[in-house]
Nanobody, 125 residues
């Protein structure tokens, strides 16, 4: 089983940037795609961004497209989420997730079997 640990959350003013990181440990299988999801208070968890196992394909929710970027370093076993031009509506607990995917990366939660504990991001107006 893969263990995932997020870091980098915090309090930031609207318009500023924040970078989240997800560190993986354990036996990482081949074709292991990674994704970020988030959950705001009293809302369902939603997809944010995903990246294929080889890092060549990325996917973003419409709400963050153009503002967020996802990247991974397979040698370091890390996956980062760069968040720019943050808005108060980006306030949520952010979770990284991993799962096997033959091609690309899924935007569905059920396709990911490994999850981190989450890191809180709060954007003040």
């Amino acid at each position: 089983q893969v263990q995932l640990v997020e870091s980098g959350g915090g309090l930031v003013q609207a318009g500023n940037s924040l970078r989240l990181s997800c560190a993986a440990s354990g036996l990482i299988p081949n074709n292991y795609a990674m994704a970020w999801f988030r959950q705001a208070p009293e809302k369902d968890r939603e997809f944010v961004a995903a990246i294929s196992a080889d890092g060549t394909r990325t996917y973003f929710a419409d709400s963050v497209k153009g503002r967020f970027a996802i990247s991974r370093d397979n040698a370091q076993k890390t996956t980062d989420l760069q968040m720019n031009t943050l808005k108060p509506e980006d306030t949520a607990a952010y979770y990284c997730a991993g799962g096997r995917r033959v091609y690309g990366a899924s935007i569905r939660q059920l396709d990911y079997v490994d999850w981190g504990q989450g890191t809180q991001v709060t954007v003040s107006s």
